[in-house]
């Protein structure tokens, strides 16, 4: 969906370092999450707010933290990244009358060497 | 807490054939159930969505799902499949455990060959 947009959309870097995926999004939701890819595990929640001011964990957080910087832009840090962090991270966000429909960012391919 | 599987991890098929992806749920209470499809190189999009209401739920891109009740699921089906249908699906269900959060099962991988 080109009103969620992720940034960067592929990052290679090594152990230990920081590293930080940013969300933007133009519909105007009060919600939004950070979720990460696996081969067969579907996708799991690792972050989730449902206003500036409200962060909650997910099933995945450990190794993980967010900021909600204003409604428009959620990002996600590795403090100190890992190499089973490498994965494909998704923002999604959702809200108004829809917000039982979660729409998605492109995705974010990590790489943690 | 709630829960989707998705028995395949990948389901081929011959273009213009019907096609079912399968999803079994586990809530207690009732059910929000989702689908959503992943193009290559592409976030998820949204396919449909049962709340309450006819168990034939008719959603984007000639895509549909049917929920049973007694049987606990949620197929996707569709009666002819294209190739351009290829792409990995994801069933999800809102878990009111977990703040009204969407838990995904672990995706099906779709493969229509012409």
């Known amino acids: 969906d080109a009103d969620v947009t992720q940034t960067p959309r592929n990052r290679i870097t090594k152990t230990g370092k920081r590293i930080m995926l940013e969300c933007s999004q133009t519909?105007?939701?009060?919600?939004m999450y950070w979720y990460r890819q696996d081969p067969g595990l579907g996708l799991r929640l690792i972050y989730y707010?449902?206003?500036?001011?409200?962060?909650n964990k997910g099933e995945i957080s450990d190794g993980y933290s967010v900021s909600r910087q204003a409604q428009a832009k959620f990002s996600l840090s590795l403090e100190s990244a890992i190499p089973n962090q490498t994965a494909l991270y998704f923002c999604?966000?959702?809200?108004?009358?829809?917000?039982?429909?979660?729409?998605f960012g492109p995705g974010t391919r990590l790489t943690v060497l | 807490a709630q829960s989707v599987a998705q028995p395949e991890d990948q389901v081929n098929v011959a273009e213009g054939n019907p096609l079912t992806v399968k999803c079994t749920y586990s809530?207690?209470?009732?059910?929000?159930l989702f689908w959503y499809v992943q193009y290559p190189n592409r976030g998820l999009q949204f396919l449909l969505k049962?709340?309450?209401?006819?168990?034939l739920v008719k959603g984007s891109y000639g895509f549909e799902a049917e929920f049973n009740k007694s049987q606990t699921s949620f197929h996707l089906k569709k009666p002819s499949a294209l190739v351009s249908d290829s792409a990995l699906y994801f069933c999800?269900?809102?878990?009111?455990?977990?703040?009204?959060?969407?838990?995904f099962g672990g995706g099906t991988r779709l493969m229509v060959k012409p």
């Open positions: 809530v207690s209470g009732n059910p929000y």
């Open positions: 999604a966000t959702s809200g108004g009358q829809s917000y039982n429909e979660q729409f």
């Open positions: 049962y709340i309450t209401g006819d168990n």
């Open positions: 707010s449902f206003d500036v001011k409200d962060i």
């Open positions: 519909k105007g939701h009060d919600r």
């Open positions: 999800a269900v809102r878990d009111y455990d977990a703040g009204n959060m969407l838990t």
